[in-house]
């Protein structure tokens, strides 16, 4: 702590710094929410945001495996892909789009609310963002049990009947099934996480945690909402739209 | 720009406190129109096909609406200019990973029925240094046939668990 006063003093009078120097005791500086082993407020936020773009870069990494998968075996079986993605239904994967970017949508304004201190205007947003994951949970739903229904499933579970127009699909189609579900599986589980995270953040928020200093948490579950949203930009065209 | 204090608002001094940049709700709104607006798009343009040009188009588009998620909605614009290298230092690691595995799976070479030649599927051409697969399925075969036998039996892989592919 003696280097980091010594710093202190040069920039005179500190809000949050000052403490050790009036003799204060010592890990009693600023408000509760600053850790006492950051100096600073704007030290602390910093650290989060990089701690935190630090874990979407390995979420992108981790999600980018199941990129190449999807890949590869579309460039191996061009034609079986076409046919096997006529079977998703795009308008409900539209659909799902659109709620997921209104969710992003308000995800950003929750966050901005925060940083202007309207704590009542960040909780409805929060609200509307997770209605909106919820929303999205629901139509996944429907669309899942439509697959299951008609036997378009994964691996050796594949036995496809009834399907629209009497289409047939090749005997490999299961190979699209089983990348479908395995990546709108785990992007589904990011949305119910996400779900889990946000109440959390609006339980925080209607406790009053969190002000115009402090809103780190809110911009933090708002950058991984957003990358849920991110990977399914990328998931929804091309596995409904080619 | 974000969290330094110095530059951007003026104050002469560092009081030590979180100033982010916030955005005005319009410009929000405004991004999430060309979001909308990209989504149609490229909905649209499922209807129409452009044959090879299709997977160009939708990844350009996605691309497009990622950009702006990731730049207004999540910050990076006016952000520590850290998590912007951070950002673009993952995207270039993805690249690596299709990259290297691209290259690996596109040149893989399959059996010709009649001659027993490894080939390129895309170009009918000979498959440079590559192996015989069919003798390396059935050795491998052989392999866990005896293995069985040998009364290791119950555990690992089946003869028809061999790779199917190519």
Known sequence: ?242 | MATTTKDDHGHGHDDGAVHAHVSSVPFYLLIFGALIFFTVLTVGQSYVDLGKLNLLFVILIASCKASLVVLFFMHLRHDNKVHGVFFVCGLLFIGVFFAYTFNDTEHRAEMEETSSVPVLPKTGEQAPGSMDEKAVLESRAKMVKEHHAGGGGGHGATPEKAPEHH
């Open chain 1, 1 to 242: 702590m003696s280097s980091s006063t010594e710093a202190a003093t040069d920039h005179g009078e500190h809000p949050y710094r000052g403490d050790d120097a009036h003799g204060g005791e010592h890990g009693h500086h600023g408000p509760k929410w600053l850790a006492h082993h950051f100096d600073t407020p704007v030290q602390q936020y910093d650290a989060a945001k990089l701690g935190m773009w630090a874990f979407l870069i390995q979420e992108l990494l981790f999600f980018s495996g199941l990129f190449v998968a999807y890949g590869v075996y579309r460039s191996w079986h061009p034609e079986m892909f076409q046919q096997a993605s006529h079977q998703l239904d795009k308008i409900m994967g539209g659909c799902n789009t659109i709620v997921l970017l209104f969710s992003s949508l308000t995800a950003a304004l929750a966050v901005r609310s925060s940083q202007v201190g309207n704590r009542n205007a960040t909780s409805r947003y929060l609200i509307i963002t997770i209605l909106c994951a919820c929303t999205f949970l629901v139509i996944k739903y429907f669309e899942y049990s439509h697959k299951f229904h008609t036997g378009l499933l994964p691996g050796r579970f594949f036995h496809p009947h009834d399907l629209h127009g009497g289409a047939t699909l090749p005997t490999n189609a299961h190979q699209f099934f089983s990348i479908y579900f395995l990546t709108t599986g785990v992007h589904g589980l990011h949305v119910a996480v996400g779900i889990g995270v946000l109440i959390w953040i609006l339980r925080r928020n209607l406790r009053g945690d969190f002000s115009k200093e402090y809103f780190t948490p809110v911009d933090l579950a708002a950058l991984y909402w957003h990358l849920v949203d991110l990977v399914w930009i990328y998931l929804f065209p091309l596995l409904y739209l080619i």
